[in-house]
């Protein structure tokens, strides 16, 4: 028999993809009103990201890296299938299908092309780790597989990026991209967004329990965060829309047309992931936190990258940023098939 008890969510947890969907159309109600917002909020950057939607990653993240249990890391990190399994997943299996997706669905819209396989090239180190604690997945092996993101996010982004933009379409008589990105770029980027919430979650978690008690830590103190990260999920999906709600609405069909391919790959590099997972025999919170980490992908750097080499109006801006607005639904609905597809393990036990 199984000892994995079915999970229970919140009402908040129940009804997050109402929220989500108001958040979104209440950002477009606004960017579309206040025309002028997007500029304002754009205008003071943290690595090429706005600062109020920086401000809403970092807190965003913080719960959620405080819950980790950091003493357990180390005898986790010695299953080197799974994390062997990961970084297929991420480097070389996802990088290739964003850029065939990217190339049979925009063969005729370049920059848009280009703004995806940017996309396909960041691997998650951010929202996925709500959506594996949403999931009900394992946060410590979601952390550990952040961490290996993030390593290789700084050291293979920049190669990545060359070999799909310009060296691959050469080598098959396809169109070519120029791109130049530094290493501190792409580390510029890491160091904020996961090492500044990473750092912050384990102090916490470790002074508090030093001078609280593990018992009042678990039960009283984390219980009162938790829900802050899905709040601060929330102010950061309104904010992304109303900064690009003016665009959502004049330009649909572009939208579209970037979206149909973000829309496969999320799907497939998530069922692959996670039913790969399956056939490779890992229990159901290791499968949750591979398949999570490799359909999320990185938009903070996707979108300053774009920004920083084609500019903030380019047509590559748009598309790394129209990346979270499907990413941020699509990954909240398969957090239910997750919990759901959870049976099949509990039947396989």
Request: aromatic share 12%; charged share 10%; glycine share 6%.
């Amino acid at each position: 028999m199984s000892n994995v008890t079915e999970p229970k969510l919140s009402l908040l947890d129940k009804l997050l993809p109402v929220w989500i969907v108001a958040a979104m159309l209440l950002g477009v109600a606004i960017g579309n009103l206040f025309p002028s917002l997007g500029p304002a909020l754009n205008s003071i950057k943290i690595a090429d990201v706005s600062l109020p939607i920086a401000f809403g990653l970092l807190w965003m993240m913080y719960p959620v890296l405080t819950k980790v249990k950091y003493e357990t890391i180390p005898g986790l990190a010695s299953n080197k299938k799974m994390f062997s399994y990961s970084i297929i997943l991420n480097w070389i299996i996802g990088p290739a299908l964003m850029f065939g997706l990217a190339w049979l669905m925009l063969p005729d819209m370049p920059e848009y092309r280009a703004g995806i396989i940017l996309v396909g090239l960041a691997r998650c180190i951010a929202m996925v780790l709500v959506w594996n604690m949403l999931a009900k997945g394992s946060s410590e092996i979601a952390a550990i597989l952040v961490a290996l993101n993030s390593v290789f996010q700084i050291f293979m982004y920049s190669v990545l990026g060359f070999f799909y933009l310009e060296l691959l379409p050469g080598w098959l008589g396809l169109s070519q991209t120029q791109i130049q990105i530094s290493m501190w770029q792409i580390a510029k980027s890491v160091l904020i967004y996961l090492g500044i919430p990473l750092l912050a979650g384990y102090l916490t978690r470790k002074i508090l329990i030093q001078k609280k008690g593990e018992a009042w830590f678990e039960k009283r103190f984390l219980p009162k965060l938790s829900p802050t990260a899905l709040m601060a999920l929330l102010y950061t999906i309104i904010l992304m829309f109303s900064m690009q709600g003016e665009i959502i609405v004049s330009l649909p069909l572009d939208v579209f047309r970037i979206a149909l391919p973000l829309l496969c790959y999320f799907l497939l590099m998530w069922f692959g992931a996670f039913f790969g997972a399956k056939a490779l025999r890992f229990n159901y919170s290791e499968s949750a936190s591979v398949a999570f980490t490799a359909a999320g992908n990185n938009f903070e750097l996707a979108i300053a990258v774009s920004a920083g080499i084609f500019g903030i109006a380019s047509g590559q801006s748009l598309a790394a940023v129209v990346g979270p607005l499907i990413e941020v639904p699509v990954l909240v609905s398969l957090v239910y098939v997750s919990l759901w597809a959870q049976k099949f393990f509990q039947k396989a036990d």
